[in-house]
């Protein structure tokens, strides 16, 4: 009698909403096993899993139940290491948190499904021989509460690639293995040889409805949307990211800044960009990995006159935040 094959393990650090959502999708594949850690959520997980609220899956009610619950990276070895953590380097290092897991997983494919420009580069410096594979999704969760994770819509895209090929490491194997245990958890799954277009094509909303809802004063999209004079700033900003990811040798699909505008449209009245969310709860922004990252890249090439209206709003932003961290 053959034996089934192990299943494959994954460890999950940051199961909040988009971390809860795509690994319990992932373990619904019936190919792995889920450890998830758990920081502010971590005894309502523990002892009653986390209900995912969405119509994508008919009735509920959906539980996901990871099969290990754990509040610290275990140092222990894992074949994925799903990062879905916001990259805040400012306040930690990505690194340096999965370091134990990493460590004791020498063959184990760090997966980011984070937001951001040049995410991969301190993981690629830490773990060289470790793969990466870089994703970007499109989904629309929260976690308002503890262990209740709400799922809008029926969108659950995940676009995931190779960040680099590492010699003498069998990169194929992985990025295939992942891209099926998504597939067959029904993840609306994309497998992409250029991962770091679909990151700036990202970055076309990401870039500009952010800086323009906090420096406009408006905070959230529709009331952006609703004045003449930022929304105008808001699709010269998409239009200006554009030109710079295809100065960088990104090529960009067409209409895509005033697909980025429709889909602004489109959200709830009242929406406003997880940045202006960060600010007004008093948390931490990705400035860093959303701005100042490709800020560096335009200056590096010689590109910033590209970008003149995202650059002066860039400034303008990184001033107001200090200004306002100094008055509190």
């Known amino acids: 009698m053959t ?3 192990p299943l494959t393990r994954i460890l999950t650090v940051g199961t909040g909403a988009v971390g809860a959502y795509f690994t ?3 373990q619904q594949s019936g190919q792995c096993t889920v450890t998830a850690v758990c920081r502010s959520n971590y005894e309502v997980v523990k002892s009653k899993g986390i209900e995912i609220q969405t119509i994508a899956w008919g009735e509920g009610p959906h539980i996901f139940k990871p099969d290990q619950v754990v509040n610290v990276v275990p ?12 990259v805040l380097p400012q306040v930690y290092s990505v690194a340096d948190i999965i370091a134990p897991a990493v460590e004791a997983s020498p063959n184990a494919t760090i997966v980011l499904i984070q937001n951001g420009i040049g995410i991969e580069d301190p993981i690629k410096e830490r773990f060289p021989r470790n793969p990466i594979i870089s994703s970007v ?6 976690q308002n509460e503890p262990g209740i994770v709400y799922h809008s819509g029926k969108v659950q895209v995940l676009i995931s690639g190779l960040f680099e090929p590492i010699e003498g490491v069998d990169t194929t194997t992985p990025v295939q293995l992942y891209g099926d245990i998504c597939k067959q958890g029904g993840i609306d799954t994309i497998m992409t040889d250029d991962i770091q277009n679909y990151r700036w094509q990202k970055l076309v909303w990401n870039g500009s409805m952010n800086v323009v809802s906090i420096m406009s004063g408006l ?4 009331n952006v949307l609703a004045n003449d004079k930022y929304r105008e700033m ?5 239009c200006e990211i554009i030109a710079l990811a295809e100065a960088l040798g990104y090529p960009m699909p067409p209409g895509l800044a005033q697909r980025s505008m429709t889909t602004s449209a489109n959200l709830a009245e009242g929406y406003k960009a997880s940045m202006v969310v960060d600010l007004e709860e008093g948390r931490p922004l990705e400035t860093e990995v959303i701005l100042t990252n490709p800020m560096k890249i335009a200056e590096q090439h010689n590109l910033t006159h590209v970008i003149p209206t995202w650059y002066q709003l860039y400034k303008d932003l990184m001033k107001y935040l200090e200004d306002r961290k100094a008055s509190l």
Request: aromatic share 18%.
């Open 3 to 5: 034996k089934n094959p």
């Open 24 to 26: 319990w999708r992932m």
């Open 75 to 86: 140092r222990e070895t894992y074949d994925f290491i799903v990062v879905c953590m916001k």
């Open 137 to 142: 999704t499109y989904i629309g969760v929260t």
């Open 219 to 222: 905070w959230t999209v529709s």
């Open 234 to 238: 808001a699709y010269t900003v998409k």
